[in-house]
């Protein structure tokens, strides 16, 4: 099973973007996701979770500007993000425990906040 990302891009400070992740798969419910980035230099951080029950957490940095969905149907994933900031520029990751395959990273995709 694989993720693919997409949704990134360059915005303006202020603007949204929405990222998207989906599982290769129609098999399994994908219990628990979550959005990471990387910024240049930076370790990888976790932005975002969400468990199948519904339940998010979110990094004190992004708490009320970016939103973490699921769509359980489509096997999707979604960060909403908004009142983007030049500091949320990074490669933005996805992160699904697969079942019977455990921890799966998605490709990334590069979002850019500069006016």
């Known amino acids: 099973v694989q993720l693919q990302a997409s949704g990134g891009g360059l915005v303006q400070p202020g603007g949204s973007l929405r990222l998207s992740c989906a599982a290769s798969?129609?098999?399994?419910?994908?219990?628990?996701w979550g959005w990471y980035r990387q910024a240049p230099g930076k370790q990888r951080e976790l932005v975002a979770a969400?468990?199948?029950?519904?339940?998010?957490n979110y990094a004190n940095s992004v708490k009320g500007r970016l939103t973490i969905s699921r769509d359980n149907a489509k096997k999707t994933a979604y960060l909403q993000m908004n009142s983007l900031k030049p500091e949320d520029t990074a490669v933005y990751f996805c992160?699904?425990?697969?079942?019977?395959?455990?921890?799966?990273w998605g490709q990334g995709t590069l979002v850019t906040v500069s006016s």
């Open positions: 992160n699904a425990n697969i079942p019977l395959q455990g921890s799966t």
């Open positions: 969400i468990t199948s029950t519904g339940s998010t």
């Open positions: 798969t129609s098999m399994f419910t994908i219990p628990n």
